[in-house]
């Protein structure tokens, strides 16, 4: 990453409820046709190391301000990213709701220029990761690459879809004709370029049971429409099945690692997580009773414990 591809980039702070000190910059991921303008946001603040933040779909900075605040009190420094296709990042689409990529490799060349801007910030080491939904399968790809992080947490990784019973074999067909059949900018299966934050009442949502950080997430896109992002498009499902495929049929690396999972989770597939961790040699399945997909999320005794346990992982692996 050049030096000149790294300019100021906004930040919406009044959403964000993130510490002080924010830096937030506009960097180029990738070359030729991968091309992306990306967003990157860090705050220098804990020198006991510095925890790469890697969100989920549909996900901006703005949301994890509050989880960078609980690492910066924890004396971490954090990095965190808006992905290709989501937040203020560039977008593939020619309609901007849809999340699109060809490639989950294309968010490898994110997390390159991520760990670009985490040096060329002399941003305390050793570096560590916390990975949500999907930046957890972004994440494990990082891993197996041998991502130089000395410990990891996971919350709820995408490393498999969750779908209805009678969607899978469906999805499995419309993804496999995609590109023959000119499918791939098509919204996926059930879903629509609506935000779900918009479009469900906190009643019988699948993100949080804690209606105090519903009301904070949904405040975000509502006040901030750009943050927005709908669906996905069946070219990401085609992409996104194919790369859990790919690392399911892949051993575990030997980084340590903490998994957190909701036992009410609806989002990811639950049984190749499970799956994964139990072969894990130096990982623990840690289970939230009732929680929901976002751990992060969640209410504050669930947030600490995560907090509490991630970063004890890491200070045990420095």
């Given amino acids: 990453?050049?030096?000149?591809?790294?300019?100021?980039?906004?930040?919406?702070?009044?959403?964000?409820?993130?510490?002080?000190?924010?830096?937030?910059?506009?960097?180029?991921?990738?070359?030729?046709?991968?091309?992306?303008?990306?967003?990157?946001?860090s705050w220098k603040a804990g020198d006991k190391g510095t925890v790469l933040l890697l969100p989920g779909r549909t996900e901006c900075i703005e949301k994890y301000?509050?989880?960078?605040?609980?690492?910066?009190?924890?004396?971490?420094?954090?990095?965190t990213i808006?992905?290709?296709?989501?937040?203020?990042?560039?977008?593939?689409?020619?309609?901007?709701?849809?999340?699109?990529?060809?490639?989950?490799?294309?968010?490898?060349?994110?997390?390159?220029?991520?760990?670009?801007?985490?040096?060329?910030?002399?941003?305390?080491?050793?570096?560590?990761?916390?990975?949500?939904?999907?930046?957890?399968?972004?994440g494990l790809r990082g891993l197996?690459?041998?991502?130089?992080?000395k410990a990891a947490a996971f919350s709820a990784p995408m490393w498999g879809i969750a779908m209805a019973a009678w969607l899978r074999p469906v999805a499995s067909v419309v993804a496999a004709l995609?590109?023959?059949?000119?499918?791939?900018?098509?919204?996926?299966?059930?879903?629509?370029g609506e935000t779900y934050l918009l479009q469900v009442p906190f009643q019988g949502n699948v993100l949080t049971t804690d209606r105090e950080m519903w009301?904070?997430?949904?405040?975000?896109?509502?006040?901030?429409?750009?943050?927005?992002?709908?669906?996905?498009?069946?070219?990401?499902?085609?992409?996104?099945?194919?790369?859990?495929?790919?690392?399911?049929?892949?051993?575990?690396?030997?980084?340590?690692?903490?998994?957190?999972?909701?036992t009410a989770e609806k989002v990811v597939d639950v049984p190749p997580v499970h799956l994964r961790m139990a072969s894990w040699a130096n990982g623990q399945l840690d289970l939230y009773p009732g929680a929901e997909h976002e751990i992060m999320m969640e209410g504050p005794a669930a947030r600490k414990r995560f907090f509490d346990r991630a970063t004890a992982l890491f200070e045990a692996n420095r």
């Fill in 215 to 262: 009301d904070y997430m949904r405040r975000q896109v509502a006040e901030v429409p750009d943050l927005a992002l709908g669906g996905p498009s069946i070219g990401w499902l085609k992409a996104a099945l194919r790369e859990c495929a790919s690392l399911a049929a892949m051993p575990a690396p030997k980084v340590p690692v903490i998994c957190a999972l909701g």
């Fill in 178 to 192: 995609a590109g023959p059949l000119g499918l791939v900018s098509r919204y996926a299966p059930s879903t629509s």
């Fill in 65 to 79: 301000g509050r989880a960078a605040g609980d690492l910066v009190a924890r004396g971490f420094s954090v990095l």
């Fill in 1 to 41: 990453m050049k030096q000149d591809s790294v300019q100021p980039a906004p930040f919406h702070a009044g959403v964000a409820d993130a510490p002080p000190g924010a830096v937030v910059v506009w960097a180029q991921a990738g070359a030729g046709a991968r091309t992306a303008r990306i967003r990157l946001a």
């Fill in 144 to 149: 197996m690459r041998g991502l130089p992080v």
């Fill in 82 to 138: 808006d992905w290709r296709g989501q937040g203020l990042a560039d977008r593939a689409m020619p309609d901007r709701m849809m999340g699109h990529v060809d490639d989950f490799a294309e968010f490898q060349d994110d997390l390159d220029a991520m760990l670009e801007e985490a040096r060329r910030l002399d941003l305390p080491q050793p570096f560590y990761m916390v990975a949500h939904s999907m930046g957890g399968c972004i």
